[in-house]
């Protein structure tokens, strides 16, 4: 069972189409640095010349990605995230059945075996890669700005005390960081295995990659169209936090997902012809 995670793995990460991918969310952080963030460095010495005034400076938290919803490029990440993390290796599947890559497989593993190495390599490249542009670029922020708590008093962020992981955010930020790219990195590995599912039914590659981020979008069309944003993955799973979201409704989906993906591939791997 090591011996074929750590090959899938290895295949999931070691390929182009993952280089590519890469590359992409790492250009999507260092261009938004580089227009957003690295510009307004120099105006970090004004804040000295008014001493007694309630005014912060620039930090690592306001200037942000994951905060910056006034530019385009965190809408920019949430709507090309679905397809960057399923480009790499979510098609990987259907290829194995086509060249003959899985009979040579299950003549030395069984099929839960393949089928559970197999799910959990598309989701850890397919979650490695969504929080790629938000984990880059707050290191670079990290990196030119100084820490400086959030305040409530502040008003500069959209966090408030009917938002989600309020009381984390304002206590312990750097934790609130953290759990919106845990939160990112299962809900977008989880909608990746969905790739998994459905290739047992359609033999287009292009399909089968692309499945994810059409169930994203028409769920961004239908819940934007009926006014209900705050079940929207697009909204409810980006930082700044533009809606006010249920974290027990947002936690109960992204667990949904994963759980109901995994269980419907894992009966068809045991029971479908696979060949």
């Known amino acids: ?54 005014i912060l400076p620039h930090n690592s938290f306001s200037m942000w990605l994951g905060f910056d919803g006034a530019s385009f490029y965190l809408a920019l990440s949430y709507l090309v995230i679905p397809v960057l993390a399923s480009f790499p290796f979510a098609g990987s599947f259907l290829q194995d059945k086509k060249t003959g890559y899985l009979k040579n497989v299950l003549s030395r593993a069984t099929r839960i075996q393949y089928g559970v190495a197999k799910y959990f390599a598309v989701f850890i490249s397919a979650g490695t890669i969504a929080v790629t542009p938000l984990l880059a670029d707050f290191l670079l922020s990290s990196a030119t700005y100084p820490y400086i708590g959030p305040l409530p008093a502040e008003g500069c962020f959209g966090v408030y005390e009917t938002t989600m992981f309020h009381s984390l955010f304002y206590s312990m930020p750097y934790w609130y960081v953290v759990a919106f790219l845990a939160l990112n990195f299962v809900f977008f590995g989880a909608l990746a295995t969905l790739s998994l599912c459905v290739a047992f039914s359609v033999e287009r590659l292009f399909f089968v990659e692309l499945f994810p981020f059409l169930v994203y979008f028409i769920l961004y ?55």
């Open 221 to 275: 069309i239908a819940l934007n169209v009926f006014n209900l944003v705050q079940y929207c993955p697009f909204f409810f799973l980006r930082p700044d936090q533009g809606v006010e979201c249920n974290p027990v409704f947002v936690l109960g989906v992204t667990a949904a997902l994963l759980v109901g993906s995994f269980l419907f591939y894992a009966f068809h791997m045991k029971h479908e012809d696979v060949f």
């Open 1 to 54: 069972m090591k011996n074929i995670f750590s090959v899938e793995l290895r295949r999931a990460f070691d390929n182009k189409k993952m280089f590519t991918a890469w590359l992409i969310s790492l250009g999507i952080a260092f261009f938004h640095y580089f227009t957003c963030e690295f510009p307004y460095r120099i105006y970090i010495r004004d804040y000295l010349d008014y001493p007694g005034m309630f």
